[in-house]
């Protein structure tokens, strides 16, 4: 028999987060170390704030939203405080019960200030590495790095010909160079083999000698990144945690 969506829905529900959240989900383990770390720096967190007034969003709360951010990618705190108005996971992960409203995003700007005067943060962090240590899940053998590469949208008013001489940058008083491509404008996709931008000269290679930059044939005006640049190379050190 098909079944059909029910239009009567229920205006009571009791439902419990705890169990809502797979037994095997790798948050688990995460909120176990971090609210024990928490646990640890409470006294702190008694000197950030007066004893009389309002009471604030818990700094815990705080500082395991700044974690869940960092770990689920989300685009920024807003969105994050968005989010928390409708996710589950987020709320179990903050100890925070289905009636309660989500805090708003200028609670991470008023507070951020008292949190780094007081490096919790980094305290924190060194409280999670040192249990980390002491269950055994540190070496000292050694480290990966991973250089990931960044690019930028250079403006082509800030390109010249590699064979001109250097010339004092013009400007209206706004800071933007003004006027067009400096020694005439090159045709779009002869611009990067003639022309770079003004600077330090790019850099090289991880170890190969080759520019990391823009560099060689740029057909439709796209710059061909080279298979050896600093992206993407992991390496190995000894002495790394």
């Not at 200030?113 to 540190?138: I, K, P, S, T």
């Not at 008083?173 to 003004?198: I, K, L, M, N, Y």
């Not at 290679?205 to 990391?212: I, K, L, V």
């Amino acid at each position: 028999m098909r079944g059909r969506p029910n239009p009567q829905r229920s205006k009571l529900a009791i439902v419990d987060l705890e169990e809502r959240v797979p037994r095997d989900h790798p948050l688990r383990r995460i909120k176990e170390v971090a609210d024990a770390a928490l646990e640890r720096l409470s006294p702190e967190f008694d000197c950030m704030y007066a004893r009389v007034g309002r009471a604030s969003v818990p700094p815990e709360r705080l500082l395991k939203a700044s974690l869940l951010i960092a770990l689920y990618s989300v685009r920024s705190e807003r969105a994050f405080c968005e989010e928390l108005e409708y996710n589950l996971l987020y709320r179990w992960f903050l100890d925070m019960d289905l009636m309660e409203r989500s805090f708003d995003a200028t609670v991470f700007t008023k507070n951020r200030q008292r949190l780094m005067d007081h490096d919790v943060g980094r305290a924190l962090f060194d409280e999670v590495v040192w249990a980390a240590d002491g269950e055994g899940l540190l070496s000292d053998e050694y480290f990966s790095v991973d250089g990931t590469l960044i690019e930028a949208a250079a403006s082509l008013k800030s390109f010249r010909s590699k064979d001109a001489p250097a010339a004092p940058p013009t400007d209206d008083g706004s800071g933007q160079p003004v006027g067009g491509f400096p020694g005439g404008a090159p045709q779009q996709r002869d611009a990067c083999q003639h022309h770079g931008p003004r600077g330090a000269p790019a850099a090289q290679g991880a170890g190969q000698g080759s520019p990391a930059g823009l560099h060689g044939p740029c057909p439709d005006g796209e710059p061909v990144w080279p298979a050896d640049g600093l992206h993407g190379q992991p390496g190995h050190r000894h002495g790394g945690a």
